[in-house]
Nanobody, 123 residues
Framework: QVRMTESGGGLAQAGGSLRLSCAAS????????MGWFRQAPSEERKFVAD????????DYADSVKGRFAISMDNAKNTVYLQMNSLKPEDTAVYYC????????????????WGQGTQVTVSS
């Protein structure tokens, strides 16, 4: 069983920064990818960023390109999301997840999920 634990959420002002972390415990076999999604109230869960286990491949949603950066410490099975130039529209619950195959932007591609961490950006 793989368990995902997020941390680092909180309150930030517009233009500020936050860094999210997500540690995966348990054995993960084979090449994998770790991703971040977010879900605002009354909205569907949306893709934010994704990274390969080696860190060599990353993908971003257009809405966060140039502002957010995903990174991986595969020795620790931990993924980070550095969020800069935050906007009020970035307010959401942020989830990390693990996938082994499939479309990086589709929640259904991910096998394991964390419980989520709230990010609130004030204007």
């Amino acid at each position: 069983q793989v368990r995902m634990t997020e941390s680092g959420g909180g309150l930030a002002q517009a233009g500020g920064s936050l860094r999210l972390s997500c540690a995966a415990s348990g054995r993960i076999f084979g090449p994998y990818y770790m991703g971040w999604f977010r879900q605002a109230p009354s909205e569907e869960r949306k893709f934010v960023a994704d990274i390969s286990w080696s860190g060599s491949t990353t993908d971003y949603a257009d809405s966060v390109k140039g502002r957010f950066a995903i990174s991986m410490d595969n020795a620790k099975n931990t993924v980070y999301l550095q969020m800069n130039s935050l906007k009020p529209e970035d307010t959401a619950v942020y989830y990390c997840a693990v996938r082994f195959r499939g479309d990086y932007s589709a929640p259904s591609s991910y096998a394991y999920w964390g419980q989520g961490t709230q990010v609130t950006v004030s204007s």
